[in-house]
């Protein structure tokens, strides 16, 4: 029996997995050359030496490309693991459970503590986690509704 023209295609009710493969590395590296050029602005620009605030026992330091690098690859790839792990073993759910997480955990690693920095720096870096966010978040939230 051939499939009537008011009948949707299969392909147009559920995507292909082939864009998140495309799109979510593409995310991660935006939040990651969008936090450089932040952070190549501050110093080149305005001349401003951005500072991490001490904690565990180490001082104040100066924020440095790898660490922005870092900071900005490596929790976003972790995120996608575990919504990959999630998408797998509990796909109806899988957008939200990873989504709550998200948050909680962008929110969590604002830079409170401000020892040994100022009201500036910890401005600025949590502008720096919020980049990210704005990066990766709604993006990895998207491709994963497409998925379920």
């Known amino acids: 029996m051939a499939a009537t023209p008011s009948e949707p295609s299969p392909s147009i009710l559920r995507p292909t997995a082939a864009p998140s493969r495309l799109v ?9 050359l969008a936090n ?23 001082p104040t330091h100066s924020v440095l490309v790898g ?3 870092a900071s900005s690859v ?7 693991a575990l919504l990959a792990l999630l998408e ?14 998200a948050v909680v955990t ?8 401000g ?9 600025l870096l ?3 986690h919020l980049i990210v966010g704005a990066a990766v978040i709604p993006t990895f939230i998207i491709t994963s509704l497409r998925r379920s």
Not at 115 to 123: E, K, P, Y
């Open 126 to 128: 949590t502008q720096m």
């Open 74 to 80: 490596v929790p976003t790839l972790l995120g996608w």
């Open 115 to 123: 020892a040994g920095v100022t009201v500036t720096d910890q401005l």
């Open 67 to 69: 660490l922005v690098s």
């Open 106 to 113: 962008l929110i969590g690693s604002l830079p409170y503590n």
């Open 88 to 101: 797998r073993f509990v796909p109806r759910r899988a957008t939200v459970v990873w989504t709550v997480l």
């Open 24 to 32: 979510r590395p593409t995310a991660i590296c935006i939040g990651l």
């Open 36 to 58: 450089l050029l932040y952070m190549l602005v501050l110093k080149a620009a305005f001349g401003y030496d951005l500072k991490t605030p001490a904690e565990f026992g180490q």
